[in-house]
């Protein structure tokens, strides 16, 4: 029987893959529980089952059957129950639920109307600890309420909203402690109108740290702390001295000290974040990667520091030059960092059991995550689950070439993936993608966005310019007071590297695209070029001087970037830095995509730069998405998603592949 030839990456594989995600091992290192995720586009929903395998090898199987949304499971410090969320009742937020870990029924543990998030189990294993929003005003529920005026909101902070939230000057998140066996109700271990996160128990049990700002200027700068509260609830006590943003606290095996992730810089953009610790007693932090130049707090792990269990050492993530590997630290602090899970791919998760065992997930640019095990040094690495196996076999998938290039005493990189059906001796024409941030990074993983680009036919160009994370701080602070300055220029030498190495990229035939800070970018290249025959530029910051008034992080965020000014105080810079100052020299056909209720770069955004287009006749296209926010490319609704595609692939086929437009419009007519 002759196999089948494999096909392209089309936008509804997004729908066929499965989605793996937070890995975590059992105590006694012999299973691990982990999420699976899929997309329906009939139901136009996110369907996630908590699945398990074992170390010593076999197939993963399914553990959980909930109708939506089943998430981070939590291992009983025993092994004997899975805690985890789940929404069942589809009128409900997640809530927190209990089931033996060899199966049977889960017992619903909390009835809060405002959800759940990141449970934690006591060392006794007789307690849980979560996190759930306090306060605020409810939509009321019946329906002649639902028809009266709505009360006014008060407001008196400049944090008063958050993306993918929307108001949360009224609604707290606090820290909750409920009974493991559901004898009584959650009970709340702290209060007042702060946000509370990170929930870790001491190990004695007695104790909770989190992380909280409660400091007076709370509202004016980005600093928080580590706090430990009495596990019975009582005044928390603050652990570090508000130097500057923290995250991410763990206690050591001895509770003698705290780990959290942090650095010691108030609002400023691009610092590395580190790893430290700090005696519970109190006292001065200590740094225990100061040598490396890295942060430690990836954009898609979100998660810190992990103890191992003799307390030697501590295991966390890195961004570096496109990988995301694992490093671990001794916590004395008497040797630097080494590295232990490398490799050309990125980490995006993982947790230790007792006995040593290294649970994680991994993907590279032709896998989607898989589970993978090895010993806590990084040696004997075994993969566990390859879920997607069947799909990959069916799906031709392009793996990126790397490139270096110079620029100003830096080395940067820069990826070619080939299309599908590539023939040598053809020209292709090509898209340089431009990411967000502007600190974070492109490298080793699986995007579904550039495999379905190429599929369509496209060579699609993507790099690290200055400002990106993974190549140091110094690197990821060049764009502070130069956005549009060396970043465009960076972006550009890439595109010149691409064309210098591959001369099956068509250089008549070139797009370009970037979402947030990349639609930026992108916004900024066509002001500045005529180089690319079309672009898109995609929940993009157009207008500097608009977005401080009207973002959720507008009041800080552009004063990090432009080194501490306020509009009042350097004008120029918002103006000049800003691609709307720029919009009367664009030619090039833009495609403008935007969400609704995106709270980061707000619709005004693209409505302004739509705006000046129209009037003065370009060619642009505005699609709008309603009910969705900064996160739709990678989390809206998947209906929403696939029409995002179908509107990306058809503006850059009018403008780069009009030969296959005019082939299909020529089929469907005869």
């Known amino acids: 029987m002759s196999q089948q030839t494999p096909r392209a990456m089309t936008p509804e594989d997004i729908t066929r893959i499965r989605w793996i995600s937070d890995p975590q091992i059992s105590p006694d290192g012999t299973r691990v529980a982990f999420v699976v995720t899929t997309l329906s586009a009939e139901k136009d929903e996110y369907v996630s089952h908590i699945w398990v395998v074992d170390t010593a090898g076999g197939e993963p199987r399914r553990f959980t059957n909930g109708p939506r949304r089943d998430t981070a499971p939590r291992w009983s410090p025993d092994g004997r129950f899975l805690a985890f969320l789940s929404e069942r009742d589809p009128k409900k937020r997640a809530q927190l639920y209990v089931m033996p870990a060899d199966g049977g029924e889960p017992v619903c543990l909390t009835d809060l109307k405002r959800g759940v998030s990141n449970p934690v189990w006591s060392p006794d294993g007789t307690r849980i600890a979560f996190l759930s929003k306090t ?3 409810d939509e009321p529920e019946d329906e002649e309420e639902k028809k009266k005026s709505k009360p006014a909101r008060v407001i008196t902070v400049m944090k008063y909203k958050l993306n993918g939230e929307g108001f949360i000057h009224d609604r707290f998140s606090h820290l909750f402690v409920v009974p493991a066996d559901g004898s009584a109700p959650p009970r709340q271990i702290t ?6 996160s990170a929930p870790t128990w001491s190990p004695d049990g007695r ?17 928080a702390d580590v706090f430990i509260v009495p596990a019975e609830g009582g005044e928390p006590r603050r652990l570090t001295d508000t130097a500057g943003p ?15 992730l942090g650095h010691r810089y108030k609002n400023e953009a691009g610092r590395n974040m580190r790893v430290w610790t700090v005696p519970v ?3 001065t932090p200590r740094c225990l990667t100061e040598s490396l130049d890295r942060t430690c707090q990836p954009f898609f792990v979100g998660q810190g520091p992990e103890w191992s269990a003799d307390g030697m050492y501590l295991t966390f993530a890195i961004e570096d030059r496109g990988d995301v590997p694992l490093y671990r630290v001794r ?13 050309n791919r990125q980490v995006t998760g993982f947790s230790l059991s007792r006995g040593g065992l290294l649970a994680f997930t991994a993907t590279d640019p032709v896998n989607p995550n898989e589970v993978f095990v090895c010993h806590a040094d990084g040696s004997g690495e ?24 110079e620029r100003a005493g830096y080395t940067l990189d820069c990826w070619v993936m080939k299309p599908f059906g590539f ?5 292709y024409p090509a898209l340089l993608n431009i990411h967000g941030g502007p600190a974070t990074q492109y490298g080793h993983t699986f995007f579904d966005e550039f495999q379905v680009y190429a599929g369509a036919g496209y060579v699609v160009i993507f790099t690290n310019p200055r400002g990106s994370q993974g190549y140091g701080e110094a690197f990821c602070r060049a764009v502070i007071r130069d956005w549009g300055g060396c970043d465009y220029e960076d972006v550009m030498a890439g595109l010149e590297c691409a064309l210098r190495h591959c001369d099956f990229i068509d250089p008549e035939r070139l797009g370009v695209m970037g979402g947030s800070y990349g639609g930026f970018l992108t916004s900024w290249i066509v002001g500045h070029t005529d180089r690319f025959k079309a672009a898109c530029s995609e929940r993009a910051l157009n207008t500097h001087y608009s977005m401080f008034g009207t973002s959720d992080i507008g009041h800080s965020f552009p004063e990090m970037y432009s080194g501490g000014a306020l509009p009042w105080e350097d004008l120029d810079w918002y103006i000049q830095h800003s691609p709307l100052t720029y919009a009367k020299h664009i030619t090039t056909p833009l495609l403008i995509i935007h969400s609704e209720d995106d709270l980061r770069c707000p619709m005004e955004q693209a409505e302004q730069l739509f705006i000046h287009l129209k009037k003065m006749r370009k060619e642009v296209l505005f699609i709008r998405f309603p009910d969705e926010n900064h996160e739709m490319s990678r989390s809206g609704r998947p209906r929403h998603r696939l029409e995002r595609f179908r509107y990306i692939l058809d503006w850059f086929a009018k403008h780069l592949q009009p030969e296959q437009v005019a082939a299909r419009a020529r089929a469907a007519v005869s």
Not at 246 to 251: L, N, R
Request: charged share 25%.
């Open 331 to 343: 916590a004395d602090g008497t040797a630097p960092p080494e590295p232990i899970v490398t490799g």
């Open 423 to 427: 023939s040598p001796g053809r020209r």
């Open 382 to 405: 075994r993969q566990l689950t390859d879920l997607n196996r069947a799909w990959k076999q069916e799906v031709a998938l392009s793996r990126p070439e790397r490139f270096t290039y």
């Open 207 to 223: 104790s909770l740290a989190f992380v909280s700002a409660r400091h007076e200027d709370r509202d004016y700068d980005n600093a």
């Open 281 to 283: 007693t109190g006292g």
């Open 246 to 260: 923290v995250a991410q606290p763990a206690f050591s095996p001895d509770g003698t000290q705290i780990a959290f």
């Open 191 to 196: 209060d007042g109108e702060f946000h509370d």
């Open 135 to 137: 306060g605020g005003w």
